[in-house]
């Protein structure tokens, strides 16, 4: 059996050797002491670019926080899932991951309605 790890992406750290990497699609600024912005309804876009082992397990966090009311759309293939937010308040968005196949795989998280913040993503699962 084999450990579990944790990767963690953010501002200052926007990819990990060759297992995880954060590709930013129009961010307002990025800043490694602070967070990646996004402006409201463009399309500024947070891909995460994941390296998995077909059979696997992986918990994403993502910890954001909005400027306002709005929609984060988090998806992965032809699956997406939303979370609603009503009042822009740091928040953790937790969705599963099983990987059918080896090889990379991206996640895409967006929001609709006012900007955000992306503060960090957390990978958790095999190593």
Same mark, same amino acid.
């Given at each position: 059996?084999?450990?579990?790890?944790?990767?963690?992406?953010?501002?200052?750290?926007?990819?990990?050797?060759d297992?995880?990497?954060l %590709?930013?699609?129009?961010?307002?600024?990025?800043?490694?002491?602070?967070?990646?912005e996004?402006?409201? @309804?463009?399309?500024?876009?947070?891909g995460?670019r994941l390296k998995?082992?077909?059979?696997e397990t *992986?918990?994403? @966090?993502?910890?954001?926080? $909005?400027? $306002?009311?709005?929609? *984060?759309?988090?998806?992965? @293939?032809?699956?997406?899932?939303?979370?609603d937010?009503? @009042?822009?308040?740091l928040?953790?968005?937790?969705?599963?991951?099983?990987?059918?196949?080896?090889?990379?795989?991206? %996640?895409r998280l967006?929001?609709?309605g006012? $900007? *955000?913040?992306l503060? &960090? %993503?957390e990978? &958790?699962g095999?190593?």
């Amino acid at each position: 059996a084999t450990a579990a790890t944790t990767l963690v992406l953010g501002p200052a750290m926007l990819s990990v050797g060759d297992r995880a990497h954060l %590709v930013l699609t129009r961010p307002l600024t990025v800043h490694p002491e602070a967070t990646i912005e996004f402006a409201a @309804d463009t399309d500024g876009m947070v891909g995460l670019r994941l390296k998995v082992r077909a059979g696997e397990t *992986y918990l994403l @966090d993502f910890a954001v926080s $909005g400027r $306002g009311r709005g929609v *984060y759309t988090i998806a992965a @293939d032809s699956q997406a899932r939303e979370f609603d937010d009503p @009042d822009g308040a740091l928040r953790r968005l937790l969705i599963g991951l099983k990987a059918e196949a080896s090889g990379w795989t991206i %996640v895409r998280l967006q929001r609709s309605g006012a $900007g *955000y913040h992306l503060h &960090s %993503v957390e990978v &958790s699962g095999a190593p």
